[in-house]
Each structure stands twice: as structure tokens, then as C-alpha cells.
């Protein structure tokens, strides 16, 4: 896998359907942060997990890490219409200031 | 609630012309970052800034680029000399302390012809 590679690719639910993405990485990281991005719009923040927390909500968003495993998971509860756009995983190595961005997953909810 | 601007949404520019893209982080914010994302391909970094010179930069990030904070709220990315591989969104972000949560603007759309 490529440094923040997510999976699946792309995602197809029916309103209020829960939405599970995952992302896996390569190096040590200090943060992962998640992102979305309407199409062709910007990058809106979501949520960041820090390398010693194992999990952490923020709304319908339940966020896990595993360090060991070097992955993530980006938890959607009763998704909506609105939440149709894609989500990119971002880690950051310590000693490094760039974020590394996964390829995406592209989540499509139908009303 | 504070939130990174950027100017222009769009830009087109014949190959081989400069380019100024403008960016207004949040007011409190030290670190600032260029970032690019080619037409359905990944979010790919450029440069970060930090005390008013660059702290880290890409591959990409040669010397057709350069990056200038020229008062206390602009800081912007200039291209010199753009070729049509330079079409791109263009986004700016910024973070308060590193290796915090970085907020990114709505991003310029770069077109080269």
C-alpha cells in the first residue's frame, strides 16, 4: 500500500447506512487527520487522532487508529445525502511538516 | 469562525506566463503550507513556510516556484514560467503550532494553456 492509501476506492449507501473507510500507512506517524472534499471544492478538517489515542468521536464521526497495524478508520453513522463527497486520510511523520494525503475514498449516499 | 481564504477561485494563463496565488491564512496561525492537487490524483505537498523563510519543500517544488509572505496577513505562491503540467487546484492551509491540524482554503484552480 502507498503511504495513506484508503479503501474502499469508492462507496455506494442509501441514506442512514453507516460508512467505514479505512486507511493504511507506511511510517511512524505523530497525527492522522481526516479530510473531505466536495467535489472540486476544498479541504474541510474533520477530525485529528494522535498517535497515542486508539479512538475518538466527534459527532456521527468515530475515528480508530492502530499503530501497530498502521491504519485508521473513519466511522459515518446514519449518513446522509449531504455527506456524499470524498475522504482523504493525512499523516504527518514527527520531524517532517508536510502532510501525506491517501488517494480517497469517494462516498456516495442516496437519498 | 476562522477560515484560510485564497484568490483567485480561477485562473487561466498562457504557458510560459507568472502567476501569483494569494492566500490569507488564519490570523493567528505561524505555519503556513502550499499544496497541490492534479485533476484526480492525491492532495500532494509543496512547501511550508515558517518565520518568514522555508522550513520544508517537495520534489516539486523547484525553482519555477517560490513562496513570499509580503505583510502580515498575505502569503503567496508565484510560479514562474508556467508549463502545462502546472495545472492544478492550488490550495493553501495553515496550522498554529506544527504538526497540529492544518485548515486549508477553498483552493485556486490553475488552468495553463
Known amino acids: 500500500s502507498q503511504q495513506g492509501e484508503e479503501d474502499p476506492q469508492a462507496l455506494s449507501i442509501q441514506e442512514g447506512e453507516n460508512a467505514t473507510m479505512n486507511c493504511s500507512y507506511k511510517?511512524?506517524?505523530?497525527?492522522l487527520q481526516w479530510y473531505r472534499q466536495n467535489s472540486g471544492r476544498g479541504l474541510v478538517h474533520l477530525i485529528l487522532?494522535?498517535?497515542?489515542?486508539r479512538e475518538k468521536h466527534s459527532g456521527r464521526l468515530r475515528v480508530t487508529l492502530d499503530t501497530s497495524k498502521k491504519s485508521s478508520s473513519l466511522l459515518i453513522t446514519a449518513s446522509r445525502a449531504a455527506d456524499t463527497a470524498s475522504y482523504f486520510c493525512?499523516?504527518?511523520?514527527?520531524?517532517?511538516?508536510?502532510?501525506?494525503f491517501g488517494t480517497g475514498t469517494r462516498l456516495l449516499v442516496s437519498p | 469562525e476562522p477560515e484560510v481564504t485564497q484568490t483567485p477561485s480561477h485562473q487561466v494563463t498562457q504557458m510560459g506566463q507568472e502567476v501569483i496565488l494569494r492566500c490569507v491564512p488564519i490570523?493567528?496561525?505561524?505555519?503556513f503550507y502550499w499544496y497541490r492537487q492534479i485533476l484526480g490524483q492525491k492532495v500532494e505537498f509543496l512547501v511550508s513556510f515558517y518565520n518568514n523563510e522555508i522550513s520544508e519543500k517537495s520534489e516539486i517544488f523547484d525553482d519555477q516556484f517560490s513562496v513570499e509572505r509580503p505583510d502580515g496577513s498575505n502569503f503567496t505562491l508565484k510560479i514562474r514560467s508556467t508549463k502545462l503540467e502546472d495545472s492544478a487546484m492550488y490550495f493553501c492551509?495553515?496550522?498554529?503550532?506544527?504538526?497540529?491540524?492544518?485548515?486549508f482554503g477553498p483552493g485556486t484552480r490553475l488552468l495553463v494553456l
Open positions: 490570523s493567528n496561525h505561524l505555519y
Open positions: 487522532i494522535r498517535s497515542n489515542e
Open positions: 492551509a495553515s496550522s498554529e503550532p506544527i504538526l497540529e491540524t492544518q485548515y
Open positions: 493525512a499523516t504527518d511523520e514527527w520531524g517532517f511538516q508536510k502532510l501525506v
Open positions: 511510517t511512524s506517524i505523530n497525527n
